[in-house]
């Protein structure tokens, strides 16, 4: 099955108001010279209304590095689907590393998040991945089996065309140590197996699952020759324009 690819760039917490602007105008250009892919960035809560204005008309969607799972509500700090909507956000990063390794979210938080956006009619990319301890123990699979069963609790295999999955080893984010094309595939085929078996095969066929983790444009051609491998969430190499452009341009 034929698998729209998707490049998003997760900026993290980085860029001012202004650089975020100047950042998602060129990767506007990037993004409308390749019909064939989807582009999304999602950069800080600070800079999204400000970047969906500045990319409003071009192909290139927007997206939130986390979102609430109420509507709204006495939530301090966080960041509801109907607030997104309102600016024109339409996906949400979901479950990333950080959140889970510095912030505490757990797969039961990260579950309801999931739900929040889905409900909220914002595409969700839920991030798996297992630490260094883990791979080296050998629960690499089992880590992340737990987290897509958890993370897609409740979830019909109808809202299912609508959730990216991205395998985002983290050992390899932010390190400069990718995993291997080999490696890569094989957790993104057991992803892939794994939501046969929850859903239908036709619907896991049908699932983008992305790689994460210090890809560059030295890693992306080989790693998007890989077939379970949809598209990239790209951090470090989604802030420069020049880098970016040519991951965007992958062939
Ligand atoms: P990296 O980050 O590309 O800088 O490793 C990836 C991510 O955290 O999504």
């Not at 984010?173 to 995993?179: L, Q």
Request: proline residues 3%; hydrophobic residues 45%; negative net charge.
């Amino acid at each position: 099955m034929q698998r729209r690819p998707l490049i998003a760039g997760n900026w993290k917490m980085h860029l001012t108001q202004k650089e975020a602007v100047a950042l998602a105008q060129s990767v506007a250009e990037s993004s409308n010279a390749c019909l064939d892919r989807d582009v999304m960035i999602a950069p800080s809560f600070t800079s999204l209304a400000a970047v969906c204005a500045a990319v409003q008309g071009a192909r290139v969607l927007v997206g939130a590095q986390n979102i609430a799972w109420e509507k709204e509500g006495a939530f301090t700090g966080e960041i509801s689907a109907p607030m997104l909507n309102d600016l024109g956000v339409a996906m949400a990063i979901i479950g990333h590393s950080e959140r889970r390794h510095i912030f505490g979210e757990d797969n039961a938080m990260i579950n309801r998040r999931l739900h929040g956006a889905l409900q909220g009619r914002i595409l969700p990319i839920l991030c798996i991945g297992e630490t260094l301890a883990e791979r080296e123990a050998a629960k690499t699979l089992s880590v992340l089996e737990a987290q897509v069963r958890h993370g897609l609790a409740g979830v019909s295999g109808e809202r299912m065309h609508q959730v990216v999955v991205a395998y985002e080893p983290v050992w390899a984010i932010g390190t400069g140590r990718t995993a291997t094309k080999e490696q890569a595939q094989e957790a993104h085929a057991f992803v892939r197996q794994l939501l046969g078996e929850i859903f239908e095969k036709n619907i896991a066929m049908a699932v983008r699952i992305l790689y994460g983790g210090s890809v560059k444009p030295d890693n992306i051609d080989d790693l998007m020759a890989q077939p379970d491998i949809d598209g990239a969430l790209v951090g470090g190499a989604a802030l420069k324009a020049e880098s970016f452009d040519r991951i965007v341009r992958f062939q």
